[in-house]
C-alpha cells in the first residue's frame, strides 16, 4: 500500500512538472498562477483521469486501430487535457492549435520521464542512507 501511494505521489508530481513545463514552453499553454488551488485540482483531476485513461485508450486502440498503440500516452494525455481545461475551477487553459498539440506532448514527455526518473532519484536516498548504517 505505502508503495502504491508513493508512486501515486511520483505520478502527480510528475504530472504537475510536465503542465508547469508547458506553461514555461508555449503561449498558448497558459497556468492560471492567481487560481493556484484550481491548477492544484487540475493536477490531480488530470492524474487520475490520465491514469484511468490509458488503459482504456489503448484496449479501444488495440481493437479498432492498432497502429495507434505507439500514441496512447500521447492521446490519453490530450484527453486528459481536454477534461482538466473544461472543468470550472480554473487553474488552467488551452488557448491556440500549438498549446493543444505540443501542450499534450510537452505534458506526456516530462510525465513519463518523471515516472521513471523520479522513483530512481529516491530509491538511491533511501540505498545510500541503507548503506551508511
Known sequence: MITFLFRALLYVVSAGLGLIVADLVLDGFQIQWDKWWGFVICILIFAIVQSVLAPWVSKIA???APVLMGGIGIVSTLIALVVVV?????????????????????????????????PLIFLRKKVEKSRAR
Not at 487553459?93 to 521513471?116: C, E, K, M, Q, Y
Request: aromatic letters at 8%; zero cysteines.
Open 86 to 118: 473544461l472543468l470550472p475551477v480554473g487553474g488552467l487553459r488551452i488557448v491556440d492549435l500549438t498549446g493543444w498539440l505540443l501542450g499534450a506532448v510537452i505534458v506526456w514527455l516530462i510525465t513519463a520521464l518523471g515516472s521513471v526518473l523520479l
Open 62 to 64: 488495440d481493437r479498432y
